[in-house]
């Protein structure tokens, strides 16, 4: 089994900056992919960013150039670094890791990230 606990989130200012993290516990191996998911509120849920235990990574079209995903493996956390952020990536950021044998996705609880002035 394996938990998630994101934190990071909060209100910010177009324009302006936030770091998420997120810590694993549990059966976590090498065989699994960990990254960030977004639900606005009204649509589905969205890939914003992956990245395999070998560092290689895969961003949204949406947030490529502004968003930053990475990983440390020891301490088993990923991070998302958003710079330049939007009205439009309000939402709640999920951390996810997904099982790449068994293809089972575990999830965070969810943190908000709002983007206004």
């Known amino acids: 089994q394996v938990q998630l606990v994101e934190s990071g989130g909060g209100l910010v200012q177009p324009g302006g900056s936030l770091r998420l993290s997120c810590a694993a516990s549990g059966s976590i191996g090498s065989i699994y992919n960990m990254g960030w998911y977004r639900q606005a509120p009204g649509k589905q849920r969205e890939l914003v960013a992956a990245?395999?235990?070998?560092?290689?990574?895969d961003y949204a079209d949406s947030v490529k150039g502004r968003f930053t995903v990475s990983r440390d493996n020891p301490k088993n956390a990923v991070y998302l670094q958003m710079n330049s952020l939007k009205p439009e990536d309000t939402a709640v950021y999920y951390c996810?890791?997904?099982?790449?044998?068994?293809?089972?996705?575990?999830w965070g609880q969810g943190t908000q990230v709002t983007v206004s002035a």
């Open positions: 996810n890791a997904k099982n790449l044998v068994t293809g089972h996705d575990y």
């Open positions: 990245i395999s235990r070998g560092g290689s990574t």
